[in-house]
Nanobody
Framework: QVQLVESGGGLVQAGGSLRLSCAAS????????MGWFRQAPGNERDIVSV????????YYADSVKGRFTISRDNSKNTVYLQMNSLKPEDTAVYYC????????????????WGQGTQVTVSS
């Protein structure tokens, strides 16, 4: 069982930056692939980024490539999402999720979810 708590969301102007954190409980954090998803009103929950257990392999959605950076610190049971050059279309609730499998960009494959943190980018 893993419990995930996101933080770091907020209101920012276009072009600004935010850093999201996701703190995990439990002793097995390093065995999980971690993902960040986002969901805007009326939309599905979409993949933003994925990082494997060791952090060697990383995936970014095309819409955030070059602007967002995912990282993890297994000693702190935490995964991060650094978001730069934010755009109004990045506005969404951002969720972190843990996957016991090796790799996935599909939300339904993830086993544990945080409660989400709101990111609002004003134009």
């Amino acid at each position: 069982q893993v419990q995930l708590v996101e933080s770091g969301g907020g209101l920012v102007q276009a072009g600004g930056s935010l850093r999201l954190s996701c703190a995990a409980s439990g002793r097995a954090f390093s065995t999980y692939t971690m993902g960040w998803f986002r969901q805007a009103p009326g939309n599905e929950r979409d993949i933003v980024s994925v990082i494997t257990r060791s952090g060697v392999s990383i995936y970014y959605a095309d819409s955030v490539k070059g602007r967002f950076t995912i990282s993890r610190d297994n000693s702190k049971n935490t995964v991060y999402l650094q978001m730069n050059s934010l755009k109004p279309e990045d506005t969404a609730v951002y969720y972190c999720a843990a996957d016991r499998g090796s790799w996935s960009t599909t939300a339904t494959n993830y086993d544990y979810w945080g409660q989400g943190t709101q990111v609002t980018v004003s134009s």
